[in-house]
């Protein structure tokens, strides 16, 4: 498990996180992030990804629902926006 916590207070829309695991089978989870308060899950359907393997899609970037990072240089993409205002 990893934590970061800024030393003072930041303002922003969207947090990302970027992986260089090299994909799979060094794979990278990542349950949620917490931020301005609010918990936003990683397989919630506001989390753009690329780098979350389907099926249908490959690695192509979109809004997967998963909380995998299995290719390489994969990111998540979290819209604080939509966390702070649930009808936005």
């Known amino acids: 498990m990893h934590l970061y916590g800024p030393e ?3 303002n922003f829309d969207s947090v990302g996180i970027r ?10 989870v990542v349950d949620h992030i917490v931020a301005d308060q609010f918990e936003i899950d990683t397989s919630d359907g ?10 249908s899609t ?3 970037e979109g ?7 299995t290719c390489d240089n994969a990111w998540l993409q979290y819209d604080l926006r939509s966390a702070r205002d649930p009808l936005n």
């Not at 090299?22 to 794979?27: C, T």
């Not at 809004?63 to 990072?69: H, N």
């Open 58 to 60: 490959g690695c192509a």
């Open 46 to 55: 506001r989390t753009l990804s690329s780098g979350s393997w389907t099926p």
């Open 63 to 69: 809004y997967k629902r998963s909380d995998w990072l």
């Open 8 to 10: 003072q207070s930041l």
């Open 19 to 28: 992986s260089n695991s090299g994909g799979w089978p060094n794979a990278v």
